[in-house]
């Protein structure tokens, strides 16, 4: 059976903020994370409609994983390993998946949408009673985040918007903060391998947990960033920071390559 959780996260923004916040988040974030060996990489991004949503955008990306992986799945990975993400945004309704052609047996289909609440919108996805599934709300000023992601200036507790006057946030703030949002994600993770499915299913989902809450903490704390922009001026961002992602991954790609040729697999880590 498919391991299916619906996570929960509040953010002090309406949803028609969030609009800009969104992309900005997302395009600012790929950014950051284009390192060595990995990164996004932005291969499609144009128009799309749907009979039932209407008009919206459709992105293809890859994303890079070569560095992160031990030596010993480097030897049997392809040189350049990525999985594809492609995501239909209408917003605010998204739908997400995430592919590997090296992992025919994974997929990850994310279905999301927003509204201006405390998160206690019911079966907001219209799921038969028969499916079962998690709820997990996340918390992003009093969830643990990991040392290697947190920053003093990106934690909800003690950033103060000098634009919107919002945080810090203190315990309870869903209760109190005006707006308010919730970004409901119905996420599916199959990886239908017999006697491996159960144990990735589950690392899988507790990786874009961590994921969500190190975005949403983010999209806040940049507020002050992306709240004065209009939806031209974030795509026009969007558009600027895409060619300077592809450029970086591509570039650190080869480097690494070259790196990789010449090291001594004794000394890699695993």
Sequence with gaps: ???????????????????????YMIARHSLEQSEKGTGVEVVKNE????????????????????????YWMQAICPQVFYVTEK??????????????????KLNILIHTKYEDNQGDTEN??????????????????????????YKESEDPKLFKSKVTN???LIEMWQTHEKPIMCSYKLVHVAFEVWGLQT??????????????????????TWIDEWYNMSLEDVRE???????????????ENAATGEEDAQEDPENVAS
């Design 199 to 220: 144990k990735v299913e589950s690392y899988i989902h507790s990786c874009i947990r961590e994921i969500l809450l190190l975005g949403h903490r983010q999209a806040f």
């Design 237 to 251: 961002y969007e558009s600027r920071i895409q060619k300077e992602t592809n450029e970086k991954v591509l570039t």
């Design 166 to 168: 919002r945080g810090p």
């Design 47 to 70: 128009e799309c409609e749907d009979e039932v949503h209407g008009k919206g955008q459709y992105t293809e990306k890859r994303i890079h994983l070569s560095s992160k992986l031990p």
């Design 1 to 23: 059976m498919v391991l299916i959780k619906e996570y929960r996260c509040c953010m002090p923004i309406s949803v028609e903020e969030y609009k800009v916040g969104q992309l």
């Design 124 to 149: 907001i996805f219209d799921l038969p009673s028969t499916t079962e599934h998690q709820i997990d709300k996340i918390d992003i000023a009093f969830d643990e985040i990991s040392a290697k992601h």
């Design 87 to 104: 995501a239909w945004n209408f917003y605010p309704y998204t739908k997400t998946e995430y592919t590997c052609s090296f992992v025919p």
